[in-house]
């Protein structure tokens, strides 16, 4: 037997999925949210296929489904079952095999080729190797030529994946139950593999048969965790970071333990520690090992058992009944059934009164804050990627939020990445701006004043401009509108889309490049040179460097000679600006997410930055993904609020006051909130202290954490969620229906559109019934909220990723946005925009678009026609070779008052600053 979870059905409930090896089929059990379960009707089964051992899944076929994936030992192949969506599944009609791999004994899946679709590798226990299928993104396979082998090493029983050396690729861990070892193979990035030189081994540690992975003592590495049945123990390895390991001097036991057959992670005590369970098949227990923090454990008093159940082979975990605490599920193959033990909160089980069996069985990318109901409290916005949709939450002044009931989309719109927010069309509303990663363009969302809102028609594109990843916006062009930036990680330039005062927008002829900056992944504003126009300042993550554009006053941009890299500072993935000295000049802030560290540009005359010597880093934390600023503690000094998503949680690092930081000793994070990728700040609760809100992205909800007044805080108890939204990737704040409170926008990427959150003026939000959406708009990456049609009302901007476009939605005046209003502008073939924002680039006093084109490695620029409507084109400017923006930002870095653009550029790991972009 084997045992797996999944929502198969899209209720948002963790499932159970169930191989049967001795009837050669697959079970179900539905939960039905209170940590029971209702089992399916119908087994899954294959003609062809005989006796299922391992069970697995994964989207294979790029639906946003749990599809089904089972290795059948005695017929040599691996089934696919694809999910419908109401958990019933179809079986492809051609198991897949290789020829000479015999005896498929686990199966696990992760994108091992970095093209965002999930393969699957297989350990073949007869042949003593290891294959990999490649996706072709419908759910069909092509096998690797060649399967994987380590001299010596026989009998794979158990694998999985992690990324063991930091090089952002998933590498495969092999339990080779013949030879009593474990094999590492490291991942080339193309789904290729090279053997590690030495297996590894612990004297007296025998069999083999379960291996997983966690970062046990919280260096932001991946250990090795391994269940040796032959010697009824379990092995720890601790990873030195390149990918060599080092065995903890004692093995695991647990008294009365034996045969130690599967082993999972989780923080069961919710310390933020990764704990060990543990399946012992000959006893009939499974055991529970508490982590201290430094890779050590302690072993449970007492193992669980349930009456009646004999021989567990299978064990995962998940929040079975919704009380944010990871529950224990196990597969009982001798007594052919599945136990349930439910999580107390502090470590402790309770089983549940009956195992399930089955007659006949014989397994937020983003948030920000804004006022959008006009009622004086900061309401959040979050963007869903995977569902294509931004929700808001209303504060309710307690900082507690509700969610509104619709969230916001547009028709075709795909994969929101990133949220603004600023009055587009004049109207003294905070409109929502949304970057669709999938359809490559930006979508605009325009507030009718009560927190609901009208999608533009036609996104925001810019020809050539692919992977918007960033959205922000700021007045380029001194024409007093909000103006669009979005940074494009596709095409590694950053588009401009120029406001008409009416939220309407027209990109900028030339997106925006720097030679050799590549993938600028995010953007932000600045006037750095103290000019008085707003410079763009983008972070490249492939080229690991910060770029700076300089804006001429009137929307056009110069990029910065040089970008700036700090050594061993690689992939940066997310730039904002503070002043962190005091000395009245706009500092950088980078987060790395390669190296796990934030890097400081210090500005120490206009328009030039020095790097501080030291990252900030911080033990504990993995793959910063956003950061933010705000004064903390009251000293009168811009702090950095860092997200990371890889160690689920939130660092704090105070400023001296001379632009050197001291990290805060405990992280924020909350119990079954994970992968945070979008941090903003905003007074929630009304006591005018800034409080800190988190989306994250896998878990599908919103944290708030309040502020006591003395730079510490508190969990809110309640994760915001919206049952149909997942994936927020980019979130931010703006009254959009003059309530004087902060609402928030949110774009969702996977259901391309964009939700609004009313805030009560509490802390509490309601989410607005109809998410924005624009017909032929996909995959919204980034947002901002600007007023663009000059009706003092903020619209909202989207970047639409696989559309190739920016979407406006025009503000009505009550927080509402028609979808008739909403548009798309700036349609650029294949420029993937990544990241938007805007600002007034050609000194009109009306906001343009600014867009980072990621595809075609430009940003572009939409001038604003005056009534919120934008050119087709953008005016684009290169981002520079094999740059890919990602982020895009626009400020005054140079002090004369001509707008500048920084876009931020992944693939050349640099930023460029255009210096006076002007149109």
Same mark, same amino acid.
């Given at each position: ?71 059948? %030992? ?110 590492? /193979? ?92 543990? =399946? ?6 499974? *055991? ?81 804050? =804004?006022?959008?109901? =006009? ?51 004049? &109207?003294?509303?905070?409109? $929502? ?30 020809? *050539? ?39 309407? /927008? ?7 490049? $720097? ?33 700076? /554009? ?27 600006? =503070? ?14 997410? !390669? %190296? ?18 030291? @990252? ?30 890889? %160690? ?23 119990? !079954? ?69 902060? &609402? ?72 509402? @946005? ?21 600002? &007034? ?28 409507? @934008? ?44 210096? &006076?972009?002007?149109?």
């Amino acid at each position: 037997m084997s045992v797996t979870i999944a929502d198969v059905n899209g209720d948002s409930k963790a499932d159970i999925i169930v191989a049967y090896s001795s009837s050669n089929n697959i079970g179900i059990f539905l939960n039905s949210g209170t940590g029971t379960f209702t089992a399916q009707a119908n087994l899954l089964t294959i003609a062809s296929a005989t006796t299922p051992v391992s069970v697995t899944t994964g989207d294979v076929n790029g639906d946003s489904k749990a599809d089904i994936i089972v290795a059948y %030992s005695s017929s040599n192949n691996i089934g696919v079952f694809l999910n419908s969506g109401t958990g019933t599944f179809n079986a492809q009609a051609n198991p897949l095999k290789i020829t000479g791999a015999t005896r498929p004994v686990s199966v696990t899946t992760h994108d091992v080729n970095g093209d965002n679709k999930a393969d699957i590798i297989v350990a073949y226990s007869g042949s003593n190797n290891v294959g990999v299928f490649l996706n072709s993104g419908t759910g069909t396979f092509t096998a690797q030529a060649n399967p994987l082998t380590i001299a010596g090493a026989t009998t794979p029983v158990s694998l999985t994946t992690a990324d063991v050396n930091l090089d952002k690729y998933p590498d495969i861990i092999v339990a080779y139950k013949g030879s009593s070892n474990v094999g590492v /193979f490291l991942n080339n990035g193309t789904g290729t593999f090279t053997t590690q030189l030495a297996t590894l081994e612990i004297a007296g540690a025998t069999t083999p048969v379960s291996v997983t992975t966690a970062d046990v003592d919280s260096d932001g590495e991946a250990d090795i965790i391994v269940a040796y049945s032959g010697s009824n123990n379990v092995a720890v390895f601790l990873n030195s970071v390149t990918s060599t390991f080092t065995a903890q001097a004692n093995l695991l036991t647990m008294a009365g333990g034996t045969t130690p057959v599967s082993t999972t992670t989780a923080d069961v005590n919710g310390d933020g520690k990764a704990d060990i369970i543990v =399946a012992y098949s000959a006893s009939n227990k499974v *055991g529970v090992f508490l982590n201290s923090g430094a890779g050590t454990f302690t072993a449970q008093a007492n193992p669980l058992t349930i009456v009646g159940t004999t021989t567990p082979v299978s064990v995962t975990t998940a929040d079975l009944n919704a009380d944010k605490y990871p529950d224990i599920i196990v597969a009982y193959n001798g007594s052919i059934n599945v136990g349930v033990f439910l999580n107390n909160g502090l470590g402790s089980f309770s089983a549940q009164g009956l195992p399930i069996s089955i007659p006949g069985a014989t397994m937020l990318t983003y948030v920000t804050t =804004a006022d959008v109901n =006009a009622d004086l409290k900061p309401d959040l916005i979050v963007a869903y990627s995977s569902t294509g949709t931004v929700d808001i939450f209303l504060a309710n002044g307690a900082g507690t939020f509700a969610a509104t009931a619709t969230a916001l989309t547009i028709a075709g719109a795909t994969t929101p990445v990133s949220v603004a927010t600023a009055d587009l069309n004049a &109207d003294s509303k905070p409109d $929502i701006i949304v970057a669709y990663n999938g359809s490559n363009n930006v979508g605009v969302f325009l507030n009718n004043g009560v927190g609901a809102f009208t999608a533009q028609p036609t996104p925001l594109t810019i020809p *050539g401009a692919t992977g918007p990843a960033s959205v922000t916006t700021a007045d380029l062009n001194g024409d007093k509108v909000a103006d669009i930036i979005v940074a494009y990680s596709g095409s590694n330039n950053v588009g401009i889309f120029l406001n008409s005062g009416t939220g309407t /927008f027209t990109a900028a002829p030339n997106p925006l490049t $720097i030679s050799g900056a590549v993938a600028p992944v995010s953007v932000t504003t600045a006037d750095v040179n103290a000019d008085g126009a707003v410079d763009i300042i983008v972070a490249y993550n492939n080229s690991n460097s910060v770029g700076i /554009f300089l804006n001429s006053g009137a929307g056009t941009f110069t990029p910065e000679s040089t970008t700036f890299t700090i050594s061993g500072a690689i992939a940066p993935a997310s730039v904002t600006t =503070a002043d962190v000295n005091g000395n009245g000049k706009p500092d950088i802030i980078v987060t790395y997410s !390669g %190296s796990n560290n934030i890097g400081i540009f210090v500005s120490t005359v206009i328009a030039t930055f020095t790097a501080q010597a030291d @990252f900030l880093t911080v033990t504990g934390t993995k793959t910063p993904a956003s950061v933010t600023e705000m004064d903390v503690n009251a000293d009168g000094h811009a702090d950095i609020i860092v997200a990371y998503s890889a %160690s689920n949680n939130v660092a704090i690092f105070l400023n001296s006051g001379t632009g050197t930081f001291t990290a805060e000793a405990n992280f924020l994070a909350i119990f !079954g909130a994970t992968m945070p990728v979008s941090v903003t700040t905003a007074d929630v609760n009304g006591d005018a202290k800034g409080d800190i809100i988190v989306a994250y992205s896998s878990s599908n909800n919103v944290g708030v954490f309040l502020h006591s007044g003395t730079g510490t805080f508190t969990a809110q108890a309640n994760l915001l969620t919206i049952a149909s939204a997942t994936t927020p990737v980019s979130v931010t704040a703006a009254d959009v229906n003059g309530d004087g409170k902060a &609402d928030l926008i949110v774009a969702y990427s996977g259901s391309d559109n964009v939700g609004v959150f009313l805030n009560s003026g509490t802390g509490t939000f309601t989410a607005q019934a109809n998410p924005l959406a624009i017909a032929g708009a996909t995959t919204p990456v980034s947002l901002t909220a600007a007023d663009v049609n000059v009706d003092g009302k903020t619209d909202i901007i989207v970047a639409f990723k696989d559309s190739n476009n920016v979407g406006v939605f025009l503000n009505s005046g009550s927080g509402t @946005f028609s979808a008739t209003q909403g548009a798309t502008y700036g349609t650029l073939a294949n420029s993937a925009p990544m990241s938007v924002t805007t600002g &007034d680039m050609n000194g009109d006093g009306k906001l343009d678009i600014i867009v980072a084109n990621s595809g075609t490695n430009e940003f572009g620029v939409l001038l604003n026609n005056g009534d919120g409507t @934008f050119p087709v084109a953008q005016v684009v400017f290169s981002a520079g070779a094999g740059s890919v923006p990602v982020s895009v930002v626009t400020g005054d870095v140079t002090g004369d008052a001509r707008p500048d653009v920084v876009v931020a550029n992944s693939d050349t790991n640099a930023i460029g600053v255009f210096i &006076d972009v002007c149109i």
